[in-house]
């Protein structure tokens, strides 16, 4: 069965950097678009990061622009999320799931197939 398990959370200090690992399985990985998403305590789920199937097109909630990049490994069946300059405001839980496309604003309700997370806590 379609299965995509999130690795790689951790405790990190402000300034710090981890790199998530979504990996997958039971499906064509190479024809699905992967996102990732976080939910903070007391708050939604939002969208953080996409990649398309080729890996050629990615987007990213402004929030992250510049310090998050996503990538993925199609030999693999792996997506990577590498955070850097992680912030407080960066701590929750991160999951990734699938989707046909990776598109500009990376909604909850595109993706399906979803992990059970890995939490991130950025705190001195």
């Known amino acids: 069965q379609v299965q995509l398990v999130e690795s790689g959370g951790g405790l990190v200090q402000p300034g710090g950097s981890l790199r998530l690992s979504c990996t997958t399985s039971?499906?064509?990985?190479?024809?699905?678009?992967i996102g990732w998403f976080r939910q903070a305590p007391g708050k939604e789920r939002e969208g953080v990061a996409c990649v398309s199937n080729s890996g050629r097109a990615t987007y990213y909630v402004d929030s992250v622009r510049g310090r998050f990049t996503i990538s993925r490994d199609n030999a693999k069946n792996t997506v990577y999320l590498r955070m850097n300059s992680l912030e407080p405001e960066d701590l929750g839980v991160y999951y990734c799931?699938?989707?046909?496309?990776?598109?500009?604003?990376?909604?909850?309700?595109?993706?399906?197939?979803w992990g059970q997370g890995t939490q991130v806590t950025v705190s001195s």
């Open positions: 039971g499906f064509t990985f190479s024809q699905y678009a």
């Open positions: 799931a699938r989707a046909a496309f990776c598109l500009p604003i990376i909604k909850i309700s595109d993706y399906s197939n």
